[in-house]
């Protein structure tokens, strides 16, 4: 089944009306839930750097035109992980356990509607 229905996660805040998170462990993943078009999505980007990290595009991912933001944004679809998918789930995985302590984990790799799958628009600094 398609869903395109988004989730309610912890830790996404509300920029211009779009639910944003930082991911990675400098925040240089920036996961915006849905597919917005590209303007919207560099006001709302912006707003969530100003907002939780005192940052820029530019200081934060080099970005210094809405058009150099522009070209940087994939639109993916996401789906929750609850295992790692690559260990045999028998031995005490530590990608598993990860997951397992985390709230969510997610993986956005997808081009294409998957299963279960949400849109995410990414930027990546
Ligand atoms: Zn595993």
Same mark, same amino acid.
């Given at each position: 089944?398609?869903? #395109?229905?988004?989730?309610?996660? @912890? ?9 944003? #998170?930082? =991911?990675? @462990?400098?925040?240089?993943? +920036? ?9 919207? &999505?560099? $006001? &709302? ?14 200081? !934060? ?11 940087? =944004? ?5 789906? +929750? +992980?609850?295992? *790692?998918?690559? *260990?045999?789930?028998?031995?005490? *995985? !530590?990608?598993?356990? @990860? ?21 995410? #628009? $990414? +930027? #990546? &600094?």
């Amino acid at each position: 089944m398609i869903t #395109t229905e988004l989730p309610d996660l @912890d830790g996404f805040v509300e920029h211009h009306g779009i639910r944003i #998170t930082a =991911l990675g @462990d400098d925040g240089e993943v +920036l996961v915006a839930l849905g597919h917005h078009k590209p303007r919207t &999505a560099v $006001i &709302a980007f912006r707003a969530a750097l100003h907002d939780r990290f005192g940052s820029t595009l530019a200081d !934060w991912g080099d970005f210094h035109t809405p058009r150099d933001v522009e070209e940087a =944004l994939r639109l993916r679809w996401a789906v +929750l +992980l609850t295992a *790692c998918g690559t *260990c045999d789930g028998v031995r005490d *995985c !530590w990608a598993c356990r @990860d997951i397992r302590d985390a709230s969510w984990w997610m993986d956005y790799a997808a081009t294409e509607p998957v299963p279960a799958g949400f849109p995410v #628009t $990414i +930027l #990546t &600094a």
